[in-house]
Nanobody
Framework: QVQLVESGGGLVQAGGSLRLSCTASGRTFSSADMGWYRQAPGKEREFVTRTSWSGGSTYYADSVKGRFVVSRDNAKNTVYLQMNSLKPEDTAIYYC???????????????WGPGTQVTVSS
């Protein structure tokens, strides 16, 4: 059973930065893409970013392009999300997962972790 644990969230002012981490334990999928998703109150979970196993291919939602950077360390079974120039609309719980399918028609490979709360004040 794979377990995902996200960390690094917190309260930050608009324009600030945060770095999220997500570590997988148990049986992992070393060749699978990993992605970050977020869910704001009253909204559906949405795609934020995705990286291939090698990190050579990355994809970003238009809303975060140019501000967020995804990276991964396969030796540590960890994926990171560097978030810069944060906006109040980035406030959400952030989740990571191993991902299959295309960017637009994706599916997750393991149960979601607890996520990490990011709150951006104006």
């Amino acid at each position: 059973q794979v377990q995902l644990v996200e960390s690094g969230g917190g309260l930050v002012q608009a324009g600030g930065s945060l770095r999220l981490s997500c570590t997988a334990s148990g049986r992992t999928f070393s060749s699978a893409d990993m992605g970050w998703y977020r869910q704001a109150p009253g909204k559906e979970r949405e795609f934020v970013t995705r990286t291939s196993w090698s990190g050579g291919s990355t994809y970003y939602a238009d809303s975060v392009k140019g501000r967020f950077v995804v990276s991964r360390d396969n030796a540590k079974n960890t994926v990171y999300l560097q978030m810069n120039s944060l906006k109040p609309e980035d406030t959400a719980i952030y989740y990571c997962n191993f991902v299959g399918g295309s960017v637009s028609r994706w599916y997750v490979l393991v149960p979601w972790g607890p996520g990490t709360q990011v709150t951006v004040s104006s």
